[in-house]
């Protein structure tokens, strides 16, 4: 008997004659099964040869479990009888086998535990069977077993381990995975390099010259363009990114699912689906990447989709005039009857060359030059177009009969083309893409938004590209009616003599999209992260078009899946400030530190798994959405829970992800996207330098004065409450009222005023009542120094008559001081009404508004030599015409404000007359007038541009003129009445420093200005427009050709000089690259949307200049939270919550200073914490 059969548990009577041995034959033998590791356990005194003694071995030599009498004899009960009772559930559903012997040197008995792989043979596929209630009990007892396992060959020879030396890790890396979505998005592989077709397995060659492709790639768009090749092969298997590998101490290896807990012998190979999502890095060459992927497979001709039927490709000819088996059958199953043996049923040469070409769409394109001369012959090619015929595979009973109804065959034409479906501010910017990398001879398409589309046979024939809008795509879907294009009916339109392709008029169904008639070799979706949402009606269409390869292109897939990534140069700035004197009123908010962000070094041993959140969940969901409905993964589509089961159950824990579910999601991400680390790509290219800085700037006067007005309104709702039942203002029951709240105060950080007031009358009048109730109450004392201090607060807005007259102005523009003006005119001219007798004269006469402001400007400066008179009289007319204005305003802020109540003090009514401001400006930049100009100014400078031989001296002379025409001008102004007048600056500090920049910076660089909030660009755009510099604005209100030309101005006219946008519409991939300075007037907390407003003018490869980012916050305000927890959370690499009010360390500040402290802080903090909620 060999030694390593001989244990100290056997018997005598075995030790004597030696012990019978089991045969290896049995499927569950030891060699048919992977060794996963040993597992040791003391045991107390017993008569250890009675023990585990079986009077047999198994196949290695050791003893069976004996379950009982080890339970009965363990050292350590309360902890290695759970370990027992798992194991023999594990064993008794096989799931495990286990091995035991003793050891010769102690009281320890060693197990070593075999797992039973799921694809074991000679079991009859049983244990893929196993009932759902046992496989979902056993999956938390193999969690709870696995980290037990060791590794170490000493014990896996029933010996002790030495105390060093020796490692015991497991199959499996028990270790805490923290990486983030982002993390991992941050690590996916760059595409490998195919470009040596020597040594490439895939058979895939990128051609030293792509055909109609007029520019040149880098190297790596060059490995782009060859991985998307790759994965648009038909037939292309891969290793399941499902499982992992684990290897056990021998080198056995086994596939594992970590949150299934399959384990298989063989990995699974399953189909990659024809496509993916490209999300390079934004401003990388996405585009041209598409587009030389486009003409790389240009005349590949996509085949039918698959089907139980598996049609056969045809044309009108072969279908009517082939003969063949595969040509029979397609008339037979058709229903059309067969062909007859004569003469005329046969094909001529000609007819057969022709159907020949259109199957061969290379051989048309070589003789494209020679058809051309044959009109005739060009015209029956055209028509020949390839089809196929799709059946029903599944044919439902005729409802209250029993026999089948088959529809009949529904006719599918297959072209060359590739749909390519882009946001709509994004056409042009294609189109112009297009004629910039793509020779004249592609043939492509724009179907504008309310173009109609061609015949469904000149799509399917005559075009390479078709470009349309998203809108246009989703106005498709009530017309994507597949059924009824299903129809025993076939063409029977008659043909010529010559030639008999059919003059088919039969092909265009009304009613029905001719989008669904075509299979599309490709459809690509650009800003392909609105295929995150299933139920959008864009979403639908992609779903059922027909379409052999699959694209989403996106630099951010989904909210947390960034192209962040601002190049080397990239470079934070220290945040600037004024330094002013603090008003004694003000307080400047103190931020606790976070607890991921101590000085001291982090034990390794302490660090634990990141519990992954809802947000992190969402993300998923989108990810999901895109693999299984957009590109149509097999398996996904067939098994609507895979996903769920096999990704996110792994990931979503208590305690966090469970060992290598972060490494399947990282698989199957690497299977679908192709992407270059920013590292790879700047190997070749170095993206611009990128400045960033935070300018924290004082309020004004005026501005604290409604800042701690409507601070005073929180606090006395906060103190009269008591905190509680629907009167409070942050009740759960109350989130508009809150909301409203926390978009006036951020509103307010730049500009804003309330007719009402912000209600500080009232608050007047009812504090005393207060003060009376809460020392009736004995309220405690941080309350009422609180409520004293909203007295004060109320006190010094209600004496402050110039705050009072800015507040409710007719109309609620900007404030801003003026200088040098007569005291006549700006009686005459100012836009203040004397509603107090009391108000200050001096003050009252330095401030104007931007209307008034731009009408007495223009009225000097067409008559610079108008007398104090005749100006005076003019601002009483003036005055006269603005009352119908006014009144025109008031109606629209009516209509603007129906509906919409204020939320308890916080000046909702207001919200009325903003609104109608910002539609004002909306409707200012989107003027005929203002158009006219932007398309004349375009138009010249495109013609400068082409013009560069023009007459230089003409240009000279011109020049000449126009400066002693203005030099006169000049003259002229400087003896007017207004020669001494100076706008001395806003009543915003947002905006003075906007002015500031635009006029140190705009005569060499250009701006690009967001905002959230178009109430914030309208004052802007007033400022701008009396500093006569001229702007852009893009608003959400503009057509799409509005917005369209209003980009391409900007890019192309060294005139306009600042273009100001919405924030909104920053994230829709907009190319801005003529601007090198972008300011945010409030900070941004997503950061997917920071970063694609930023890459709008940044990172393009194309465009090498450096790029400054500042964004402007108020000093001792929520703002500077943002910006410091998104500081926070960028430099530990923590991930970030969507929104402000999900982000952990907010949440433990807003309990500490609300619930503890309960100070006025606080409540800034709680608004702070509803945030963009």
């Not at 009965?72 to 495990?96: G, M, P, W």
């Not at 001709?301 to 698959?306: K, R």
């Not at 005749?870 to 209509?895: K, T, W």
Request: proline content about 6%; overall charge neutral; some cysteine.
């Amino acid at each position: 008997m060999a030694a390593n059969t001989v244990c100290l548990s056997c018997c005598d009577q075995c030790r004597l004659a030696g012990p019978s041995r089991l045969t290896d034959a049995d499927p569950f033998a030891s060699r048919h099964l992977f060794p996963a590791g040993s597992l040791a356990l003391g045991l107390r005194g017993c008569p250890w040869s009675e023990l585990t003694c079986g009077h047999t071995h198994l196949d290695d030599g050791w003893h069976d479990f004996a379950y009982e009498h080890i339970l009965n004899n363990l050292e350590n009960s309360a902890r290695d009888e759970r370990a027992v009772e798992h194991l023999n559930f594990l064993l008794q559903h096989d799931f495990i086998r286990i091995r035991c012997k003793l050891s010769q040197h102690s009281h320890l008995l060693f197990f070593r535990i075999y797992i039973v792989p799921y694809d074991l043979s000679g079991v009859r596929g049983r244990l893929r069977q196993r009932d759902e209630i046992i496989l979902k009990k056993s999956r938390p007892l193999f969690r709870t077993i696995l980290p037990l396992l060791s590794h170490c060959p000493h014990e896996w020879r029933a010996e002790p381990c030495p105390a060093s030396g020796c490692t015991k890790t497991g199959i499996l890396d028990t270790r805490p995975d923290t990486r983030t979505l982002a993390d991992i998005y941050a690590e996916l592989d760059s595409p490998m390099s195919l470009l040596s077709s020597q040594n490439d397995p895939t058979g895939v060659q990128f051609p030293d010259k792509i055909n109609g492709l007029q520019s040149s790639l880098h190297k790596y768009q060059r490995e782009t363009v060859s991985s998307m090749l790759y994965h648009e092969m038909a037939g292309v298997s891969i290793p399941d990114p499902l499982f992992l590998p684990i290897t056990s101490y021998d080198g056995t290896t086994v596939f594992i699912q970590p949150s299934t807990l399959e384990i298989l012998r063989e990995r699974p190979q399953v189909s990659r689906p024809r496509g993916g999502i490209l999300c390079e890095e934004l401003g990388t060459g996405k585009t041209v990447m598409t587009l030389a992927t486009i003409l790389s497979t240009l005349d590949q001709l996509p085949s039918p989709e698959p089907s139980f039927s598996n049609p056969i490709v045809l044309t009108p000819l072969s279908f009517r005039l082939f003969r063949g088996p595969g040509y029979d059958a397609a008339r037979q199953r058709a229903k059309r009857p067969a062909l007859h043996p004569t003469d005329e049923a046969f094909p001529t040469l000609l007819e057969t060359m022709i159907h020949f070409i259109r199957l061969n769409p290379a051989k048309r394109r070589q003789l494209q030059n020679i058809l051309e001369q044959r009109p005739s012959l060009t015209q029956a090619i055209r028509r020949n177009v390839p089809f196929y015929l799709q059946y029903k595979d599944i044919v439902q009973p005729v409802r209250g009969r029993g026999k089948p109804h088959d529809p009949g065959p529904r006719v599918v034409y297959l072209t060359t083309a590739t749909l390519v479906v882009v946001p709509p501010n994004l056409v042009a910017q294609w189109v112009s893409e297009i004629h910039k990398h793509v020779s004249s001879t592609i043939r492509f398409l724009v179907v504008r938004d309310h173009d109609d589309f061609p015949s469904v046979l000149d799509m399917a024939s005559e075009y390479d590209i078709i470009l349309l809008s998203h809108a246009r795509f989703a106005r498709e879907e009530p017309r994507f009616k597949l059924e009824s294009l299903h129809s025993w009916t076939l063409c029977d339109c008659p043909h010529p003599k010559h030639v008999r392709v059919p003059v088919c008029t039969c092909a265009n169904r009304k009613n029905v999209s001719p989008l669904t008639q075509i299979r599309w070799k490709r459809l690509v979706v650009d800003e392909g992260h609105v295929h995150g949402t299933a139920d959008t009606r864009i979403s639908g269409i992609a779903a059922k078009i027909n379409v052999e390869r699959r694209w989403l292109v996106s630099g951010t897939p989904t909210k947390m899946l960034l192209g962040l990534n601002f190049g080397a140069h990239g470079d934070d700035m220290e945040a600037n400030s004024l330094e002013e004197e603090q008003d004694e009123d003000e307080l400047v908010l103190q931020y606790p530190p976070s607890p991921s962000t101590s000085v001291e070094a982090i034990d390794s041993d302490t660090v634990t798994s990141r519990v992954w959140t809802t947000l992190d969940r969402e993300d998923l969901r989108r990810l999901h959405t895109m693999i299984a409905s957009f590109l149509r993964d097999e398996r996904f589509v067939m098994d609507h829970q895979l996903f769920k089961t096999h990704v996110m159950d792994g990931l979503f824990n208590r305690t966090g992800p469970q060992p290598g579910a972060i490494s399947v999601l990282r698989q199957l991400m690497n299977s679908v996207m192709i992407r270059h680390r920013i590292e790879d790509v700047e190997r070749e290219v170095l993206l611009p330098p990128l400045y960033e800085e935070t300018v924290v700037l004082d309020m004004d006067p005026i501005m604290r004065t409604s800042y701690n007005a409507l601070q005073a309104v929180v606090i006395t709702n906060a103190v009269d409450s008591e905190r509680v039942d629907q009167d409070y203002l942050f009740h759960k029951r109350n989130v508009a009222f809150l909301r409203e709240v926390v978009e006036n105060m951020s509103q307010l950080m730049f500009w804003r005023v309330d007719e009402n007031r912000y209600n500080v009358d009232e608050l007047s009048h009812n504090l005393e009542g207060m003060l009376t109730r809460a020392k009736e109450r004995n309220i405690s004392e941080s309350d009422m120094i609180l409520l004293k201090q909203a007295v004060r607060h109320v006190a010094n807005a209600k004496a402050d008559k110039t705050w009072a007259i800015v507040q409710t102005v007719p109309i609620p523009e900007m404030a801003f001081d003026v200088d040098g003006i007569p005291p006549p005119l700006l009686e005459a001219w100012a836009e203040m009404e004397r509603r107090s007798p009391q108000q200050s004269t001096e003050l009252q006469h330095s401030i104007m508004f931007p209307w008034r402001l731009s009408k007495l400007a223009a009225c000097v400066s067409s008559r610079p030599l108008i007398s104090l008179g005749d100006l005076v009289h003019a601002g009483h007319i003036q005055a006269m015409e603005d009352e119908s204005r006014n009144q025109l305003f008031d109606r629209a802020a009516r209509r603007k404000g129906s509906g919409k109540k204020g939320g308890k003090g916080s000046g909702g009514d207001n919200m009325g007359r903003e609104g109608a401001k910002a539609q004002e400006a909306a409707k200012a930049a989107e003027a005929p007038e203002k158009i006219s100009e932007l398309r004349r100014e375009m138009n010249a400078s495109l013609e400068w541009a082409s013009n560069s031989r023009g007459d230089l001296g003409q240009d000279i002379a011109a020049a000449t003129a126009a400066n002693a025409s203005s030099d006169a001008r000049k003259r002229m102004l400087r003896s007017s009445v207004l020669s001494k007048a100076r706008i001395l600056r806003s009543r915003s500090s947002k905006l003075n420093f906007i002015l500031s920049e635009v006029s140190n910076y705009s005569p060499t660089e250009k701006f690009l200005i967001f905002s959230k909030s178009q109430l914030t660009l309208a004052h802007i755009a007033d400022a701008l427009a009396l500093a006569r510099v001229k702007f852009i604005s893009y608003t959400g209100e503009m057509k799409v050709e509005n917005r369209q030309q209003a980009v391409t101005t900007f890019e192309t006219s060294d005139t306009y000089r600042v273009f100001l946008m919405e924030l909104k519409h920053g994230s829709h991939g907009l190319n801005l690259v003529s601007a090198s300075r972008i300011i945010f007037c409030e900070p941004v907390w997503q950061a997917d949307v920071e970063a694609q407003a930023i890459k709008a003018c940044h990172g393009t490869i194309y465009v090498l200049t450096y790029m400054t980012v500042k964004t402007l916050v108020i000093r001792g305000t929520p703002e500077e939270l943002i910006v410091s927890r998104r500081s926070e959370l960028k430099n530990s690499n923590q991930k970030q919550a969507t929104h402000f009010s999900d982000d952990d360390s907010v949440r433990r500040f807003i309990e500490v200073r609300l619930v503890r402290q309960t100070g006025l802080l606080a409540l800034i903090m709680h608004f702070s914490a509803s945030y963009l909620h």
